[in-house]
Each structure stands twice: as C-alpha cells, then as structure tokens.
C-alpha cells in the first residue's frame, strides 16, 4: 500500500492539471476545426492574460480571478482583430504562409512582452487558494482543485454553445463544409472572427486559473502550446471534448512519467505519444477528426 | 546570361576581397549573414523546392554542433572528423523522420509539427545528458593559438568568415546542381501535385527521403562550424525552435525553391537581427520581435518571396529563378 500512495497522488494531481491543459488544446482546436490553420501564437494568448492579471495586480492588488471580467474580453478582442486583420488574409494561402503568420505572432507577443516586462519571473500569490486538502493519501492543493473546476466548467460551456445555440451549430456548419455554410448565408468571415476570439478567450481563462499556480514569465505560451498540439493529435483534430479528454491523458501521463523517470523527461515522454498517435492514429484516439 | 554572371562576379568578389578590411563586428554580424544564408538554402532544397516545410531544422544543426563538439572537447578529435560524425548522425535522424512521415502519409500541418515534436525531443534529451554538459550547454576547449585542424582561430577570426562563405557558395552550388538535375525535376514535380507525380513513375518516397537528408546534412555541417566558431554549445540556441524558425525565415524571405532567394533571404533577415541586437543590446528580444514582424509581413504582402523583385531589375531568366 505504501508504493500505491504516490502514484494514486500522482494519477489525480496530473487529472487536476490535465483538465487545464484540456481547456487550452480545446480552444486550438476549434480554430483548427472550424478556420483550418494552426494557431502557433495560442499559448501566446494565455500568457497576456497573465500578464494582464500581473499588471491589475500590480495596479489595484486584484486577485487573478476577479481580472477575469477584463483580461478575457481584452484578449477576445485581441483574437478578434487578428482573425480580421491577418488570418483572414491569408486563409487560401499555403500552410506553410498561414503557419509563418501565426508564428510571426508568436514572437510578435512573446518578444513585445518581454520588451514590455521584461524576462524575468513574476508570481501572484492568492493566500485563499494556498490551503491543501486531503483524502486518505491524496493531497490537492485548493488552488489546482479550483483551476481543474473552472476549467470544466468553462469547456462544458463552449460545449453547450456549440451544440445548443443557433450560432454554435453555424460554427459547427463551417468546419464541416465552409461553401456549403456560406451557401445557405452563414456569415462565414464573421463567424470565423467569433470563433478566434472564443478560442483565445479561452486560453485566456486557462491563462488567469493558472496564474495563482506558477511562475510567469513571457516565454511561458511555448510550454502550453506544445502540450496542447500533442492533445489535440491526441484527441483528434477539430474534436472539442475529445481534446480535453487527451488533456486528462496528457496530464497524467507526465506527472506518472515524472514519477518514475526524470521530471525533467516528461515533455519527451509526451512528444514521443505525440509522434506514434501520428503515426498510428492520425485522427485521434477517439477516431472521427471531421466534426467539432 | 551574360549580365546575370558578371553580376553574379562582381558580388562575390566583393564577398571574397571587401571584409577583411571591415572592423571586427560587422565581420561577426557576416558570419552570421553568411552562415544563415548558407542555412536557408539548405532548408530550401525541402521545404522550398519539395514543398515539404521543416520548422525542426535545428535537430540537425544542434547534433552537427554536440557531435563535434562532445568528441573534441572529450576525445579532442579534430571538428573535420567530428563533423562527418555529425553528419552521419543527422542523415540517420532525416532517413527515420523522413521514413516514418512519409510511410504514414503525413503531411501539410502535421508534416511541421512532427519535425517540431523532434527536434523538440532531441532538446529535452539533451538537456537531460550529462555527457553533452545537460541543460548548462558544452564549452569547447580552446586552443593557445590558431589552428586549423582545431577550427579554432583567435587572432585570424576572419578565418571563420572563408569558412562559412566556403559553404554557402558550395552549398548554393549543390542547391543548383540539384535543381537542373533529374531529381530536382522530380522534387519540383512532387510538389506541384505528389499523386500526378506518382502516377508519372517518379519514386515519391526515395526522392523525398533524398531531399530530406541533403537538407538534413548540409544543416548539421554548419551547425560544426558554428560550434567551434562560439565555442560554446547552448542546448536552447542550437536545438531550439527559434533557430528553427529563423532558418525557414530565411528561405521564404528570398523566395521558396529560388537559387540565389536564401542568399539575399539571409543578408536581409540576419542583418537585420544581428544589428537589432548589437545597436538595442539593453532590449532583449527585440531581434525576435523584428523578425517575428518580418515572417507576418513577407507572409501577407509578399509570399512569393523579395528575389523576384531583383529579377524584374536585372534581366535574370535562367539559372537564377
């Protein structure tokens, strides 16, 4: 029993973490499955939303949580304009143009914010989130409980939108067929916009629910994007619950791999599940890629 | 014909005589413009003239870079052997990548982000070896004076400089050799339409499996050079996705699957960020940032690349395009 301990620890805490990461590859897979390219600036997102949250910190001492009604619809709209004003450009375009537009803005971001910031490492310490809980052997930071609740909560609402409301099915229309969409008068361009801010709106929460739980610092987006490009493949591209289930796979999968390799390994590890899913089973662990 | 090749003299004899006469930094800023045009071509031969986008090239340059520099530093074999290690080790890592991508059919995105995922990998093992110095990088042990045989030079580092222009010019030469050769043809087939391609009995898999390893061995060859010109081995510099993406740069600023396009690519690009990091050395990541600016604007105003610019100049039709 003394052996089961840490990996029972180490099966929810990386469920916990896993949820989040969910919350991010989901929102890079709706632009996937509804605009077709691959947004590299994701994580980049996420990280302005930190720092957004660091800046109304810093400001007005306000807890990461409450920036939540200002950093999202700022980054929203951030996603907006750049669906507008340069994806939407380059949508006929080659993969390999439409990849350097949404890699430019990596490093657009990334680099403005360390020029803005600077490179070092800022925490934002909420003392109502920093108690533990435990059960029997398991302890769970309040901290990580609530990001992993937020988190559900918030795919659990995208997931509603897009299969409850008139909108969410247009959405669903134009991944599936963009001529046939606009055939029938969906507003193809404009939805596309309303898709972008809504996925980056999401990497924003996920950006505010992590903040309270790490270091920050402007090349953090990299580190989430990464994670997220595997889940998607994980959980099938343009499939929203199947991403965040790949989420929970991926989460595990490292804090398990951290337990019994070097810590350091388990981005490796979740490269090299990246690679054979690929491979193997190009559309996902939950096979139909096609629909959102 | 003419006009092109006095052209094309004038400039290189201007590279060849005009920089030992430069003061020491803007030889280092040409190294770098020499070394990343060299890059760029190299990356060309996949990604411009197969249509196969790389954004993972610094797996190659990163092993070129540890495989010299782990047998000098331990074993103090010389980098001309080192690097033919480095080069076996890359063409052994392009032949897997290439296999297993183009066996299971991947390509477009997940083409990019599979060489990404490895060259990635690759990083986080390294980083994680102690025998390649880990995460702290690997410092090559310098010798008193200047060497050749240790491409170690100290007091002559305009050395380094011939040995880079060396490269691109062979480089740019094996990149056109290539090009009006039956394989290039077969590439370029292969990337206007792979199933026409095919069904014109052009071997897809062995053509794409030698574009790749060519590309995958000139890279690593310039990541030995770089080694044993910085003298110090950084996992994230050499293995990261930066490197990655300034190569690909490159490329498409001069123009996809051009001769001479990575050339000018390089000058323009590495100019740019070697000078941004020189003149606003209190702003770090203003270089990213510039180029980041670059990659969306060639990407939206000119995805063709800036050589066709140059053509429409000069009257170059044959070789150059």
């Known amino acids: ?292 | 014909m003419r006009a092109e090749r006095t052209v094309m003299l004038v400039l290189l004899a201007a590279l060849v005589v005009v920089p030992p006469f430069l003061e020491r930094y803007h030889q280092n800023v040409l190294v770098y413009v020499v070394l990343f045009s060299y890059l760029g071509v190299a990356w060309n031969i996949l990604g411009g003239l197969t249509g196969l986008p790389s954004f993972g090239n610094a797996a190659f340059f990163g092993i070129g870079a540890y495989a010299s520099g782990m047998l000098y530093a331990t074993y103090r074999v010389s980098p001309w052997i080192g690097m033919w290690a480095g080069v076996a080790l890359s063409a052994g890592l392009a032949a897997l990548i290439g296999y297993l991508t183009f066996r299971f059919g991947i390509r477009g995105h997940f083409f990019i982000l599979t060489t990404i995922a490895f060259a990635e990998i690759l990083r986080n093992v390294v980083m994680n070896l102690e025998l390649l110095g880990g995460a702290r990088g690997l410092p090559i042990p310098l010798t008193s004076g200047d060497s050749l045989a240790d491409l170690q030079f100290h007091t002559n580092r305009i050395a380094y400089y011939y040995i880079v222009l060396g490269l691109l010019i062979g480089g740019t030469l094996v990149y056109w050799k290539l090009k009006n050769s039956n394989i290039g043809l077969a590439l370029m087939c292969i990337k206007e339409d792979e199933e026409k391609a095919a069904t014109l009995g052009i071997n897809t898999f062995r053509h794409k499996l030698i574009a790749f390893v060519l590309s995958a061995v000139m890279t690593s060859i310039a990541g030995t050079v770089y080694a044993h010109y910085v003298l110090y081995i950084e996992p994230t510099v050499v293995l990261g996705i930066p490197l990655s993406v300034q190569i690909a740069l490159v490329a498409v600023v001069g123009g996809l699957g051009t001769t001479l396009g990575p050339v000018m690519g390089g000058f323009i690009v590495q100019s740019i960020m070697e000078y941004t990091r020189i003149f606003f050395s209190r702003l770090p990541g203003l270089d990213f940032f510039v180029a980041g600016i670059l990659l969306i604007g060639i990407a939206l105003l000119r995805p063709t690349g800036l050589f066709e610019l140059i053509e429409r100049l000069v009257p170059f039709k044959t070789s150059a395009k």
């Open chain 1, 1 to 292: 029993m003394t052996e089961l301990g840490p990996v029972l620890q180490a099966l929810i805490s990386g469920a916990l973490i896993g949820a989040v990461y969910g919350l991010v590859a989901v929102g890079l897979n709706l632009i996937y499955g509804v605009v077709h390219v691959i947004n590299f600036a994701h994580g980049e997102f996420l990280m302005l939303s930190m720092y957004i949250a660091l800046l109304m910190n810093a400001l007005m001492g306000t807890n990461p949580f409450f920036a939540l009604p200002v950093a999202v619809p700022i980054v929203m709209l951030t996603g907006l304009l750049v669906q507008r004003y340069l994806i939407n450009r380059t949508i006929d375009a080659p993969i390999l143009i439409q990849s350097f537009v949404t890699f430019g803005l990596l490093l657009v971001m990334q680099n403005g914010v360390m020029l803005i910031f600077g490179p070092n490492y800022y925490s934002i310490r909420v003392t109502e989130l920093e108690g533990v809980l435990e059960f029997g052997y398991v302890r769970v930071s309040v901290g990580l409980l609530t990001a992993a609740v937020l988190s559900v909560l918030t795919i659990l609402g995208l997931h509603l939108f897009l299969t409850r409301t008139y909108v969410g099915t247009a959405i669903r229309a134009i991944g599936q067929n963009r001529f046939a969409a606009q055939m029938i008068g969906i507003p193809v361009k404009r939805l596309y916009e309303l898709s972008f801010a809504i996925s980056t709106g999401l990497a924003a929460v996920a950006g505010l629910v992590l903040t309270p739980l790490i270091w920050m610092h402007p090349t953090i987006g990299e580190i989430y994007i990464l994670k997220a490009f595997i889940i998607v493949v994980l959980g099938g591209m343009g499939n929203v619950l199947g991403a965040f289930v790949g989420g929970i796979i991926i989460g595990i999968t490292e804090s398990v791999s951290a337990l019994f390799l070097m810590p350091s390994l388990k981005e490796a590890v979740a490269l090299i599940i990246f690679i054979i899913i690929l491979l193997f089973r190009p559309r996902g662990l939950f096979g139909r890629a096609v629909r959102i």
